[in-house]
């Protein structure tokens, strides 16, 4: 059954050039829109429907080309890329800058009290925990230990280093607006064990590398760092600046509620600008490989030169 609807429109790229920055960072902010968060389940399994029946070769009658790339857009917002699940609501791109506004509000806010780091510490990295385990690259599964370790390690870690910064500035005369900062850390991975999933340019899986997810892991950690200096850095020095305003001093409960808006703010733009540093499909050359994952490309594929593989998010 075909509809008016050409079939050879290439959903299994974004709609804009990703060889550009301008053209991915159009991709992401389609992929991190707010508003997909509050689709309900039933338009999500019609955007998969409508994505996998193109796939296939079926068009609906009357459907658009326009219509297409939109449920595209929904299904990638809510479906795993390597494995096609869904994902988990909080852990999905769209819900990146609702949650992170939220969290990092508060951690802007509350960072008086050495509870209140502790708290807000652990409440971002688990949020942070839940992002990566579901935009995690490739399809492997990852055992309840494994996921229990990498979270214990980075829960601890966030927070030890969060009070050591706290504790080190708790002494010094330092303005409080420095003090903002001993709450947020640098602190997965199952990735850098086993290795993600490599293809070559058709698709077509070659092996795992963990090669290859050494390159993913650094761009997304230079992309993770690129989303949080703006709100780490900009609501901070507005919020002491306006403290000191007479009307700030008179309804000190405008604090969170104003720190919350203009760390959404920045993320806004922040994360689909961040996103774009690099394309999510990422390459490398087949002599950066492991030798032996090298060995056997070279065998059953000797014109092969690149892989490619799903940097993740």
Known sequence: MSGDLPLNINIKEPRWDQGTFMGRAKHFFMITDPRNVLLSSRTLEEARVIVENYRAGVVAPGLTEDQLWRAKYVYDSAFHPDTGEKMFVIGRMSAQVPMNMSITGCMLTFYRTTPAVVFWQWVNQSFNAVVNYTNRSGDAPITVNQLGAAYVSATTGAVVTALVCLYLSSPSPQPRSTRRYSAFC????????????????????????????????????????????????IPPIIMNALEKRAFMKRFPILNAPMQVGLVGLCLVFATPLCCALFPQKSSMKVSGLEAELQDKIRQSNPATTVVYFNKGL
Do not use: C, F, H
């Not at 340019?201 to 200096?229: D, F, H, K, T, Y």
């Open 186 to 233: 640098v602190s997965p991975n199952r990735e850098l064990k086993y290795g993600i999933p490599v293809t070559d340019e058709n698709g077509n899986r070659l092996g795992e590398s963990v090669n290859a997810a050494q390159q993913a892991i650094m761009q997304v950690v230079v992309s993770r760092i690129g989303m949080a200096v703006p709100a780490m850095g």
